[in-house]
């Protein structure tokens, strides 16, 4: 095994984590064996925000230690008066000495789960600054609606020098209230709970977005006291308690990493059994695979994916239980591979189609029509140096990469290890080989 800065092979075993991962280099393969679902990054991150809430003891259990984006939340908590230790490589604990600090001084990365940080650290303490949130550019993501929660529950809020800021006037508490959101949005729905949970009184939340991951920060702040009463679609309502408790919580499995791994396999004519695999929690993007000629079977808690045909997609992101935005990426390598005509529209974040270019560098043939993404599938895809340019575009290259005829390489490769739960061990076991290149120190 070769190791020095400029060229290193990453033993499967090996923690690659670091930011300084520059390239990744995928040859072709067929994927082949069993695979195991990690806890969601999009569960993980949100529960973890929640945490500071309480002083009492969080135990986290299926968390997915190796994400970037996790390790980089857990050093914000530490910076906010948590300590926070791995049990082992799937179970984190998080105590508290001393009440968090409002302010998350930083200046490192920052993701934009430091929206939900500001909820919880304003819910708690009364005041927050954090970092203006980063994480993927994906179209028009402006955090108004958060803005809006915050000063429904009676917060002033402002931006401060590369910082948002927010705080309840003096003499003066969170007052629960009617929340109205315009959009079915993720973020501003898990907010809004987190914010509500402390706050004085009831509040209600109209039009929220009722997904997994949203039921799993309920069902975790339920198991701390929280008092939260789900009716569908139509609302959510909070009763604000005085204080929360401690748990233990299990992460729910991360259903875009079962997605990735089953689109893998079938454009790979792989097999591959998937344990862990949510079907509860991927319904829909189930029965269009099976209907673009993806051939699977279901054994307990296993997917059993077996070498299939790819016929062309036609697919619209939406609201859960359909297909999400962070999966479209994933279908249109599949659209790619199929002979015939493929159409992807992205009606979350319209425009989400810059990984196309990139795959188009590979040999894929695509056209934009308005919001609609043409992909003329059945063209051999050629290995070539690529791009990431953000978690999921990263990992349909990487998909991408297993059927082109020579070796892939993708730059900005870290962007893939902010979501993907011991990516190289993993690829390792399904008989893919991998190269990575790491900047200068």
Known sequence: MTENLNNLIVHPSRLVGTENLN?????PSRLVGEVRVSGAKNSALRVLAASLLTSAPVR??????????????????TALGKTCQLINQSELEIVETNPPRSELLWSKRSIRNTLLILGALVGRTGRGKVPLPGGCKLGDRKYDIHLMVLESFGAHVWEEGGYLCAEVPSHQKLRGTEIFLPIRSTGATENSIIIACLAEGITRIWGPHIRPEIQDLIKFLRSLGAKIEVRGQESIIVEGVNELGSTTHEVIADNVEALTWLIGSAVTNGDVEIVDFPFEHLEVPLIHLRESGVRFYR??????VRGSSCYPIDISTGPYPGINSDMQPLFTV?????????????LRFPGRYAYAEELAKMGMNYEVKDNLLVIHGGNKLQGTEVTALDLRAGAALMIAGLVADSPTN????????????????????????????????
């Open 23 to 27: 390239n990744l280099i995928v040859h």
């Open 60 to 77: 986290l259990k299926n968390y997915p230690s190796g994400l970037l984006d996790a390790r980089l939340h857990v050093e914000m908590l």
């Open 299 to 304: 054994l307990d808690n296993r997917l059993i």
């Open 334 to 346: 599949l659209g790619a591979m199929a002979k015939g005509e493929s159409r992807v529209i992205d």
């Open 410 to 441: 993708i730059s900005n490769a870290w962007q893939i290890y902010r979501g993907y739960d011991q990516i190289n061990k993993k690829l390792s076991h399904l008989g893919v080989s991998i190269f990575s290149e790491m900047q200068q120190q």
